[in-house]
């Protein structure tokens, strides 16, 4: 329904004809949780859909200081191409905020490299004529102080208040001032307002001819005519969240009928709502992360205790317990479609579930979202890869993998799925489950779960069966 929306939307982002998350799926690399943790504000705050919104308006807020402002006119080509700027300012954030340290770091030093050449001159808000080179801290510390700014206030105004506080966010996000050179950042939500007023008193904040050519860009950028009306929706939700003070010097004005104001965040909230019906609540970005602080063990998110129950000779008491082992096929090459077809999803989709992986072939720590069912009755279930199956005996080789059951799921456990090769050439494959009703509905239709588990059994061993022939 929403696949050609969903297409425009990442080509806007990733400035990419065709759409391909690599670098965000690349991190999953590296062995350490990164600068924040996966419960922190600042992964709060840059998750969901309000980023979106606060990348207009720190652009907006960034332009009100002449120095940053002639940095971006001089030594950058937005209006040309400014999805190629809006997509590398996104793969900074993200990579800082979900990358490994070392990822990080080499992101912020990416950007500084970019910024070597950014120098010239500016009339200051005091009608001085100045010099500014964008790794100057006195135009990091703007930046910085606008980019906290926007992301924190949109994320109110759209998402609800910070659950750790506004403060939490400011204080952790002040490590991404100090990598990018800020002396001192701000951290808190007081000493960011206070930074921010010190630049109005100080006259350092200005609007003008320049300021107006940066505002009418934003405001009719070049966007696909799919996006466009959502995104005018969204900036006119955004200027309604900037202080009165910086919408004068922007020359911009809340949206009014007549003598009334127009209710235009409400506006906001719909199109960043429909935003986040379009594209996954997580992005790749995040997902990714998730991986790599599942398999370094910083992250335990399966609904259950007993990890790895389907690699033990029993299944925990309280949970129900279920094998099969059926036989599929014959031959080497048998089996070896068969474990490529579990290990790239084809089990799952050729048995008729909706499969949405985040990484197109099986690793530790994949995120899947299965579904059955039509319509309101559809059903979804989150699972998350907690083993990998690789082994060896002189009896048989088995390939495939385990996953557990996440929060959402209607069963709480864990299940796997493995091609099995005999030494006589048969080719099995072997599923073995552990399970318990997550919930009292699911468990008030119990009959009817055990019926849909067991159709979908059949379907599993139908499909094997296919994959195996596929040799």
Known sequence: MFSALRLKLH?????????DPLWERALDAGEDTGYFAHDSAVWVVHGGMSPIAAGIRALLTQALHPGALAGVAEHSNYQVDPLAR?????????????????????????????????????????????????????????VHIAFADAFLRCHEAFSGPVPQGADAYVRE?????????????????????????????RGELVGGPRVAEVVSFLKNPPLDPV????????????VDTLPENHRKLL???????????VPSRLGGKAALGLAGLVLDERGPAELAA??????????????????????????????????LREPVGHGQAAFEALADGILSWKLHERSGLRTRPDTPR?????????GFGFGPARITAPCRVVRLINDETTAEI????????????????????AAVLCTDGSVYLEIVAGSRHSTWFYRLVAPLSTAVQRFATRRYVQAARLLAQDS
């Open 86 to 142: 809006l997509a590398g300012t996104i793969r900074w954030i993200f990579t800082l905020t979900y990358g490994d340290t070392k990822s990080a770091d080499a992101a912020c030093a990416w950007v500084q490299r970019l910024h070597q050449p950014v120098v010239g001159n500016f009339t200051s808000g005091n009608g001085e004529e100045r010099e500014y080179a964008a790794n100057d801290p006195g135009l990091s510390d703007w």
């Open 398 to 417: 088995r390939s495939g993998f385990a996953y557990g059951t996440l929060e959402g799921h209607p069963e709480t456990g864990e299940e796997s799925f």
């Open 290 to 323: 998730r991986r790599r602080l599942y398999r370094i063990g910083a992250l335990r998110d399966v609904n259950y205790l007993e990890i790895g129950m389907t690699e033990q000779a029993q299944i925990p008491a309280g949970f129900t317990a279920s094998k």
């Open 251 to 261: 020359g911009l004005e809340s949206a009014t009928l007549g003598p009334l104001k």
């Open 173 to 201: 996000w002040a490590k991404a001032g100090e990598l990018m050179g800020v002396t001192n950042p701000p951290r808190s939500d007081a000493e960011l307002k206070a930074a921010i007023a010190g630049y109005e008193s």
């Open 11 to 19: 080509q806007t982002f990733s400035a990419q004809e065709t759409y």
């Open 362 to 370: 099986v690793q530790l720590g994949s995120f899947v979202h299965l």
């Open 227 to 238: 996006v466009l009306p959502g995104y005018r929706l969204l900036f006119a939700a955004v």
